[in-house]
Each structure stands twice: as C-alpha cells, then as structure tokens.
C-alpha cells in the first residue's frame, strides 16, 4: 500500500523549516539593499543638487572675472592716452617756453641796435611759428 504525503510538512529532502528561515534570510537581505539602494540615490540626488549649485556659481564668477578683465583693459588703455596726452603736453611746453625765451631775446634786443632786434625777432618767428 502507498502511504499518502503530508502536504504541511516540508518537501522531500529538506529538513524541517529551512525553507522558511531561507526566506525571511532573503526578505531581510531583499530589504537592506532596496534601503542601501535609497540611501544611494538620495545622496546621488543632493550631489547633482550641488553639482548644479557649483557650476552656477561658477558661471558667476567667471563672468566677473570677464567684467574685471574688461574693466582692466579699458583701464590701461585711460592709461596709455593719459601717457600720451602728457608726452604731447610735455612737447607743446617744450615749444612754449622756447618760443618764451625767444620772445624774451626779441624784447632785450629792443634796447639795441636795429640789427640785434631784427635778428631775435627773425629767431622769434622761426621758434614759436612750430
């Protein structure tokens, strides 16, 4: 005669409850890498969250290293003009007070002779006409 299987009882060759120890082993572990996997993510989340905060920060401040670099070269080029405005200042005072000096020789020679004069006031014409 054939004896029937119980069918509460654990399959042929497994011992008794292994199979439910196997699953609550494998819910838990199911569980910790589906928190593990959370965890991840959010931290991934606020990471890109402050990737993006970098880089905009960095946008800001290479457009105001812009701004500085143009306000530096508009700046030096003041400067150049200035330099040169004074160079072509320092040239008409030059020609001035040559042209002063040739006056003051004209109206010395005025006291002299007819000669004298006519010499410093031709000199004087040469010297300031520049």
């Not at 819910?27 to 970098?54: C, K, N, Q, Y």
């Not at 200042?89 to 020679?109: G, M, P, V, W, Y």
Request: with cysteine.
């Amino acid at each position: 005669m054939i004896q029937p299987v119980n069918p509460t009882g654990p399959p042929p060759g497994m011992p008794n409850g292994t199979q439910r120890r196997t699953t609550i082993v494998l819910s838990v572990l199911v569980a910790v890498l589906v928190v593990a996997a959370g965890v991840f993510l959010t931290l991934w989340i606020m990471e890109r969250g402050e990737v993006g905060d970098v880089e905009t920060q960095v946008g800001v401040t290479e457009r105001q290293i812009d701004a500085e670099q143009d306000a530096l070269a508009d700046t030096q080029s003041t400067v150049d003009e200035l330099e040169q405005q004074g160079k072509d200042l320092q040239t008409t005072n030059e020609q001035l007070q040559a042209c002063a000096d040739a006056s003051r020789k004209t109206i010395d020679a005025a006291d002299g002779t007819d000669v004298e004069f006519e010499a410093a006031y031709s000199e004087m014409q040469i010297v300031c006409a520049r």
